[in-house]
C-alpha cells in the first residue's frame, strides 16, 4: 500500500526512476524546483525536495529526516531489501555517533597520506598505457578498473573475485530505488554476488594493515564489536567503488566534450582537484537520496506529516540557479563548493577524501600525458536508480 496524505504541495506526475528521466533528469529538475520548495511525486506517493536550500536544511535536520528507515525508498521498519541494514547510513544517532567515527578513524588523514603514492603510481602506469594506445573505453578500460586496483587494494582485499565488487554494487544503488526493471536486471543473480563481497569482510580476509584491517582496530579498543566492524567494511566497500567509478566516467565524458576546459586543465594541472569537485557539482554520481520524517515537520514551508518519505534531489540542488551562477555551465575554474553531492550534515560522504584523492590524480595524470581527449563514439548511458553515469566511453587521446 502506497501511504496516502493529503499533499500541502504541489503533486507532479513525474517518476524520477523512469528510463526517461534517468536518461536525461535535467529538464526534470528544473520543472522539480519550479514547481515549489517541496512537491508530492505521485507515481511513488513521496514528497520530494530539488531546490538547494530545501535539499541541504533537509540533510541538516537528521532529528526531523532520518535514515534509520532507510535512504531509498523502502521502509525498512516495514520491507526487507536486498543486503542487511547499513551501521552508518541506515542509522541516526546514538548509534550513527559510535560508527561514524570508527570509519573516520580508518580514513584519517594520516591513512590517506600514506595512500598517496600508490594511488599516483598506479594513475600513472595505467593512463601511460591507455595513452600509448590512443583509443580505449573510459569507462571500461579506466574509470572501472582504477578504483578497483587501489581502492580494493587499500582495504585489503584478496585480487581474485573482484569482478563481483561492481555487479554488487549497482544492484544496491538501483535497490535503493522502486522494484522497476534496473531493479530487477542488477538483482537477478546478485545474492551470489552479495554473498561473496559479505565473505571478505571478515578480519582475517584482509591483508594486515590495509584500511579494512585499521576497521578492525576499533573491536581491539572497544570502540565495536567484531560484528559491527564487518558490517562496516561492507560499508566501505558498498560505497566506496561504483560512486567513484561513475565519478571518474562522469569527468572523462565531461572533459571529452568540453575541450575548453581540457586546455585550461592542461595548462594548470594544479586545477586538478577543484576540476573533479565541479565534476560531482555538474554530474552528481549520487543522485538521490530518501529521509524520512520522524515527526510532523515542516520544509521550505510545506506542512509533513509523520512517517513520510522525501526524496532529495542532490544532483537538482548542485544546478540550483537560485544558488549558482549559470548552473549548466561545466566551469572547472568556478567555486563547486558547497554541492551537496557528498551529501550534507552528520551522514555527508565519510569516504570523500578518498574520493577526491582518486578524481584528483587520475585527472593529474591525463593531464600531464594527454594534450587532447576526444569522443570517439557514442557513449552509453548505464541507468541506475540512484547513480548517474556511463556504462561505455570510447574516447580517442593524442
Ligand atoms: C552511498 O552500506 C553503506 O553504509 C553505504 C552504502 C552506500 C552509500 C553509503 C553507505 C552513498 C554512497
Request: proline share 7%.
Amino acid at each position: 500500500m502506497r501511504p496516502r496524505h493529503p499533499p500541502t504541495a504541489p503533486i507532479l506526475d513525474i517518476d524520477p526512476f523512469s528510463d526517461d528521466f534517468l536518461a536525461d533528469p535535467y529538464p526534470f529538475h528544473e520543472a522539480l524546483r519550479e514547481a515549489g520548495p517541496v512537491v508530492w511525486l505521485e507515481p511513488h506517493g513521496v514528497f520530494a525536495a530539488a531546490r538547494h536550500a530545501e535539499v541541504q536544511s533537509a540533510l541538516q535536520d537528521w532529528r526531523n529526516f532520518s535514515s534509520a528507515a532507510g535512504v531509498g525508498l523502502a521502509d525498512l521498519n516495514k520491507e526487507a531489501v536486498f543486503r542487511p541494514r547499513s551501521i552508518i547510513l541506515e542509522a541516526d544517532p546514538p548509534l550513527h555517533e559510535r560508527t561514524r567515527p570508527v570509519l573516520a578513524a580508518a580514513l584519517s588523514p594520516a591513512a590517506l597520506r600514506a595512500l598517496k603514492p600508490a594511488f599516483e603510481a598506479e594513475a600513472r602506469t595505467l593512463v601511460g598505457e591507455l595513452a600509448r594506445r590512443g583509443r580505449f573505453d573510459g569507462v571500461t578500460e579506466l574509470a572501472e578498473v582504477y578504483p578497483i586496483r587501489v581502492f580494493a587494494d587499500a582495504l585489503g582485499l584478496r585480487a581474485d573475485g573482484r569482478e563481483n565488487l561492481l555487479p554488487y554494487a549497482a544492484a544496491v544503488f538501483n535497490d535503493f530505488g522502486p522494484r522497476n526493471h534496473l531493479f530487477e536486471e542488477t538483482r537477478r543473480g546478485a545474492d551470489a554476488v552479495r554473498d561473496w563481497v559479505v565473505a571478505q569482510c571478515h578480519r582475517a580476509q584482509l591483508r594486515p594493515g590495509s584500511l579494512g584491517a585499521r576497521v578492525f582496530e576499533a573491536v581491539d579498543r572497544g570502540e565495536a564489536s567484531e560484528e559491527e566492524a564487518h558490517k562496516l567494511v561492507r560499508s566501505l566497500l558498498t560505497a566506496g567503488l561504483d560512486t567513484t567509478v561513475y565519478g571518474l566516467g562522469n569527468a572523462l565524458f565531461a572533459f571529452a566534450t568540453h575541450p575548453d576546459a581540457w586546455r585550461r586543465l592542461r595548462a594548470d594541472p594544479g586545477l586538478a582537484r577543484s576540476a573533479f569537485e565541479e565534476v560531482l557539482r555538474f554530474e552528481s554520481s549520487v543522485q538521490t537520496f530518501f529521509r524520512t520524517t520522524t515527526c510532523e515537520t515542516e520544509l521550505g514551508g510545506v506542512q509533513l506529516p509523520e512517517g513520510a518519505k522525501i526524496l532529495l534531489f542532490l544532483g537538482a540542488a548542485n544546478r540550483d540557479p537560485r544558488r549558482w551562477d549559470e548552473p549548466d555551465r561545466f566551469d572547472i575554474t568556478r567555486k563547486a563548493s558547497g554541492h551537496v553531492a557528498f551529501g550534507y550534515g552528520i551522514h555527508s560522504c565519510v569516504g570523500q577524501m578518498v574520493a577526491r584523492l582518486e578524481g584528483e590524480i587520475v585527472l593529474a595524470a591525463l593531464a600531464e600525458r594527454v594534450e587532447a581527449i576526444a569522443l570517439a563514439g557514442d557513449p552509453v548511458r548505464r541507468l541506475n536508480n540512484t547513480l548517474r553515469g556511463l556504462g561505455s566511453l570510447p574516447l580517442r587521446v593524442s
